[in-house]
């Protein structure tokens, strides 16, 4: 089976059984995103859910926010992982949101990036999500299911693996193929014991070929 091959089948059984995927976050604006994204590193997304609505209610700006410290935003998101640094993270992005953006979320992953606790991975998840930029950020399951299936080469790093897959993945659905990925290695290609008999992907295969 041929690279296009491979991916002509995958990305066709997931437009036909998954047509519909988005982040499971929960947010309403570009700000909210951000925090949502920043506290979820190395965090389950359902966590995030149960600690946002009050955080989201408290600190409604970054203006708000930015008047904040770390004592208090702590309290708030004390059952996340990192919350020290996480602390830091948002008063400093709140900060420098005001200071050199006139308050609102860049929609560019450049300008993202220079935000206290914002990474290629979470600035691609921002301008995916909240501004329709095409964009593959990659975290641990985009990562292990790439390589699984055979879509990237035994990528060593989320930047190889983002490159793969920009590369062979149409741009107008690559935000969603990022969506599926995540999915996928959410529920069936868990990280210890994949679900193989559960998955519609193995005929394209490789770690199933095996």
């Given at each position: 089976?041929?690279?296009?091959?491979?991916?002509?089948?995958?990305?066709?059984?997931?437009?036909?059984?998954?047509?519909?995927?988005?982040?499971?976050?929960?947010?309403?604006?570009?700000?909210?995103?951000?925090?949502?994204?920043?506290?979820?590193?190395?965090?389950?997304?359902?966590?995030?859910?149960?600690?946002?609505?009050?955080?989201?209610?408290?600190?409604?700006?970054?203006?708000?926010?930015?008047?904040?410290?770390?004592?208090?935003?702590?309290?708030?998101?004390?059952?996340?992982?990192?919350?020290?640094?996480?602390?830091?993270?948002?008063?400093?992005?709140?900060?420098?949101?005001?200071?050199?953006?006139?308050?609102?979320?860049?929609?560019?992953?450049?300008?993202?990036?220079?935000?206290?606790?914002?990474?290629?991975?979470?600035?691609?998840?921002?301008?995916?999500?909240?501004?329709?930029?095409?964009?593959?950020?990659?975290?641990?399951?985009?990562?292990?299911?790439?390589?699984?299936?055979?879509?990237?080469?035994?990528?060593?790093t989320p930047l190889e693996t983002e490159k793969e897959l920009v590369k062979n993945i149409p741009s107008n659905i690559l935000s969603k193929a990022h969506h599926?990925?995540?999915?996928?290695?959410?529920?069936?290609?868990?990280?210890?014991?994949?679900?193989?008999?559960?998955?519609?992907?193995?005929?394209?295969?490789?770690?199933?070929?095996?």
């Amino acid at each position: 089976m041929t690279k296009k091959e491979r991916y002509n089948g995958v990305i066709d059984w997931f437009a036909k059984n998954m047509p519909v995927a988005e982040t499971e976050l929960h947010y309403m604006t570009s700000f909210q995103l951000l925090i949502a994204v920043i506290l979820s590193a190395q965090c389950t997304d359902k966590r995030v859910n149960t600690i946002t609505p009050p955080f989201f209610e408290a600190f409604p700006t970054p203006e708000v926010l930015a008047a904040s410290n770390k004592d208090v935003v702590y309290k708030y998101i004390k059952s996340v992982s990192y919350p020290n640094n996480k602390a830091s993270h948002l008063i400093g992005m709140a900060k420098m949101l005001v200071s050199d953006f006139n308050g609102e979320v860049p929609s560019n992953v450049a300008d993202l990036m220079k935000l206290p606790g914002v990474g290629k991975k979470t600035a691609n998840v921002v301008v995916s999500v909240a501004f329709g930029i095409p964009a593959m950020p990659v975290d641990t399951h985009v990562f292990r299911v790439s390589n699984r299936i055979g879509l990237t080469n035994n990528s060593k790093t989320p930047l190889e693996t983002e490159k793969e897959l920009v590369k062979n993945i149409p741009s107008n659905i690559l935000s969603k193929a990022h969506h599926w990925l995540i999915l996928h290695g959410r529920y069936v290609c868990t990280a210890r014991k994949p679900h193989c008999e559960e998955c519609g992907l193995t005929l394209y295969c490789k770690y199933f070929g095996r």
